[in-house]
């Protein structure tokens, strides 16, 4: 019987510009590469066919960093999906873009599709902030005409994104910034906040900018937490915050180490205990049928995985879900770090889960790595 998965991830690998904090794979765009990056799309999507059943398709994910993604190239890669799978499960329906392409077409484009959800890579609201990280987006007063145009689409839910730290970021510039984002547009559902780092394959590692005090980023973190819960947002996750209903379920997939395929270079995929990866190279995407790698997981790495994923939830982990999965009670494992944590009161542990407390999910990397040292000296 073929896997089921129900999550598909889309990689279009070109962008405007290289921000300078990026770390993602991109090149810049260009029309004839994307032509033949969309014609290996759809031969990587139909091979897919043969192994899996996407009979029961939940989400769907077109991404890349923040892609330029003009919309010839959305249209097409609408349709490859609609030939090739039945959508009628459809749950949501994601778009990641940059803020210049939301025009008047784009929203036809949105209107006739079953796209219901947009993800905006805004960053920081500071035109200088974003010119130093070479970032390239539309001004402020252009962004917030354009968001008009979409208060009439009902069924279309808006998530922003911000990075905490950029060079140069001022912090009560950005609340209030996006105090009347929320303030004046109601489909945005979702906010995600991401903590600046400088990555080894991104242009800040060879060209360090000025790093902002850790003070001033949690100063950041504090007042946008006080000021969503205005909003009537909750925190559900590490870096991310929605109202109710509205957290995505396609990232909720991947944190509850559920089964999905990403298609497109750089893509990679978890299904059942196979892990499956493209090369991050689209001239090796264009010329080669033979799309991905594939490795099995081992069970201790399939745990730390799962554990590394599920603590980023503020729900958590559900413990029968764990030992249904592993075979294991989670307290056979890891009983010392759980003992550890909870006596400081940073891991809750009840009969049913096994979650970060509000105070923990601050230490989350230091318990996670107490977490694999202790399963490193198990037998399995």
Request: charged content about 20%; proline content about 3%.
């Amino acid at each position: 019987m073929k896997p089921s998965v129900e999550h598909i991830y889309i990689h279009f690998p070109f962008c405007q510009a290289k921000c300078h904090y990026c770390s993602f794979y991109s090149r810049p765009y260009q029309p004839n590469l994307a032509n033949q990056y969309l014609y290996s799309l759809e031969k990587e999507i139909s091979q897919s066919n043969e192994f899996y059943d996407f009979s029961r398709i939940k989400t769907i994910y077109i991404g890349g960093g923040t892609p330029n993604i003009s919309l010839p190239n959305l249209f097409s890669i609408n349709q490859i999906l609609t030939k090739t799978f039945n959508l009628d499960s459809i749950k949501e329906y994601t778009v990641e873009c940059n803020t210049s392409i939301l025009t008047e077409n784009f929203i036809h484009f949105i209107e006739k599709t079953q796209c219901n959800r947009l993800s905006l890579g805004i960053q920081s609201c500071n035109p200088q902030v974003l010119k130093q990280c070479n970032r390239q987006q539309t001004n402020n007063h252009d962004f917030f005409s354009t968001l008009n145009n979409f208060l009439n689409i009902k069924r279309l839910t808006l998530a922003c994104d911000f990075i905490n730290g950029l060079p140069g970021q001022d912090y009560l510039e950005e609340l209030n910034y996006i105090d009347k984002l929320l303030e004046n547009y109601p489909n945005i559902n979702h906010l995600s906040l991401y903590d600046f780092s400088i990555e080894s394959n991104s242009y800040f590692y060879h060209d360090s900018p000025d790093l902002i005090d850790s003070d001033l980023l949690s100063a950041f973190e504090a007042g946008l937490k006080d000021l969503l819960k205005q909003h009537q947002f909750s925190q559900y996750e590490v870096s991310n915050y929605a109202r109710a209903g509205y957290e995505s379920l396609h990232n909720l997939a991947y944190w509850n180490y559920q089964n999905y395929i990403g298609f497109g270079p750089a893509a990679h995929s978890t299904i059942e205990n196979q892990r499956l990866e493209n090369k991050p190279d689209i001239e090796s995407y264009i010329k080669s049928s033979n799309y991905q790698t594939q490795s099995e997981l081992t069970k201790p790495e399939m745990i730390k995985e799962f554990l590394l994923m599920g603590l980023r939830l503020n729900k958590g982990i559900k413990l029968r879900d764990f030992q249904k999965r592993f075979g294991y009670a989670i307290e056979e494992l890891i009983q010392n770090t759980l003992d550890k944590y909870a006596s400081k009161n940073q891991l809750s542990v009840t009969t049913d889960t096994l979650a970060t407390t509000k105070k923990g999910i601050n230490y989350l990397n230091s318990i996670l790595i107490d977490i694999f040292i202790e399963l490193d000296k198990r037998e399995f």
